[in-house]
């Protein structure tokens, strides 16, 4: 299995995968604690960003057309099977990758955290390509809808550690929490 880190740019806080957490870059941190828990075979960092790299993962560069739904669609056409990661949710650690992995039957997998799907913390596989294009086509493009109406396989993580950075705020509180 791969892990895909997708980051787009943000509005809400641009520059936010260069932030540092700990005195590390947030897109760092993240695709390393992927590669030290050694549970996949590949890393890929996914961006429309070109500015973004990490030692720790592959970097490929977005070009759908922009929307979350139209990334996925095309990493599943090119990968057919992965664990999307944000790239914006740095406290991930190994347990967590672990539980989504032991807990991957073969079925895509959607984690919920306090009652919140996660699209960016999911296991996806080909067999949602044909649903996915017909939902696109259709010119839905809420992903969050998509799994809710889809056979995912939903997996319960009330954490914090599943947070995402999209402010300030947030990135003062993870480094407050981390203690840095």
Known sequence: MISIIFAKKSERFPGKHHAMICGEEMIKRISRIINESMLFDKIILYTKDETLYSEYCDIVIDKSKGTLIDSLMSCLKEYSEFLAVGGDMPLLDYNILKYLMDNYTGRSLAVSSYGFIQPLLSIYNKSIINDLDKYILSGSKSIYKFIMKSNFKILNINTFKTMSVNT????????????C
């Open 168 to 179: 300030l705020n947030d990135l003062k509180e993870i480094n407050y929490y981390l203690g």
